[in-house]
């Protein structure tokens, strides 16, 4: 009778610990994919740092376009102004 | 004669392998397709918007997933928020509120830039990104913009997203003109590189990263258009999150 409990309890710990081990590793494993996600998060926010400069790189071409397109506008405008009172344009 | 042959090609042999070796590999550069969703001033979108001229906007981002660290930046603010989307089952919150108001003389002249960045630590989450840019008096010549197999009628701003290399076309109700490249011939830099196939439609082909372009009517009075395309290389799978 003693040896039955004795067996029974044997397995039943080895069973327990099997599941802590078990537990262990997969908080261990949980706990390592967790850092590296949040060491990939802090890699991706340095490598897109340079969006301000990218930003500002938009805002300066539009405006290099706009002078251009203003000259222009002078431009057409002086071909289509009629001919000043006079004679002279 | 053998010997000599071997003394002629053996180094030769072993620089042009050495060579070989150290040539630089071409790799694309990789730009993710813009896919942070939400709603601009409770319209929907998704990677690229257009607001209103309204200097005030309300910005909301949703996420299916966490966002432990988002930045808002244009061409003259950077904000950052963290933990802005952490979802508890006791808690759950799904959406991060933003209210956007402009700054006169720099950020509501039509051409500044609003960018949206949210990273997550959740695993396999990544990050996500979006566009945005609000009408402006200074644009106000009617446009269309047929972007990545849709045609919209817009007032003097746009943003299209595809595909770096895929073909897109912005058309005119009157003529129009691009700006010339710089006095010394160079071109004019972050500008979309197309031509006009008729006087009233530009045809560009979408950049790697972004490009600018800005049309402006022959006719009297001048009126302005702005249009920003963005091509991306890759796309981020999102169904599981």
Known sequence: ??????????????????????????????????????????????????????SVGDMDSALAQMDN???????????SAPPAPGGKP | MRASAIG??????????CTGANLPSIAPPVVYELDLSGSLDGAAWEGIAVGSADSKHDIRIESKTDVNYMTIQSCHRFEKYEDVIIDHWYRPKRGFEYSYTESPGIEDTGYCVLRLSAFSKQVGAGEAYGLMLFHSPGFTLPGENICNGADGATAGTSICQSMTGLVQRLRFKEQVVTATKNSDGTSLKGQCSGAFIDATTFQYTMPVGECVAVFMSTA???RYYIHLAYGFTKTQYRGSQ
């Not at chain 1, 397109?69 to 071909?79: G, I, R, Y």
């Not at chain 2, 090609?9 to 042009?16: E, Q, Y």
């Open chain 1, 1 to 54: 009778m003693i040896s039955l409990i004795t067996s029974i309890l044997g397995v039943f710990g080895a069973g327990l610990g099997s599941l802590l081990s078990w537990a262990v590793s997969w908080f261990e494993a949980r706990k390592a994919a967790e850092q590296q996600a949040a060491n990939q998060m802090d890699a991706d926010i340095s490598a897109h740092a340079q969006d301000g400069v990218i």
């Open chain 1, 69 to 79: 397109l203003k000259v222009q506008a002078e431009q057409l405008d002086s071909m």
């Open chain 2, 8 to 17: 002629v090609f053996a180094p030769l042999f072993f620089i042009l392998a």
């Open chain 2, 220 to 222: 009297k009075p001048h």
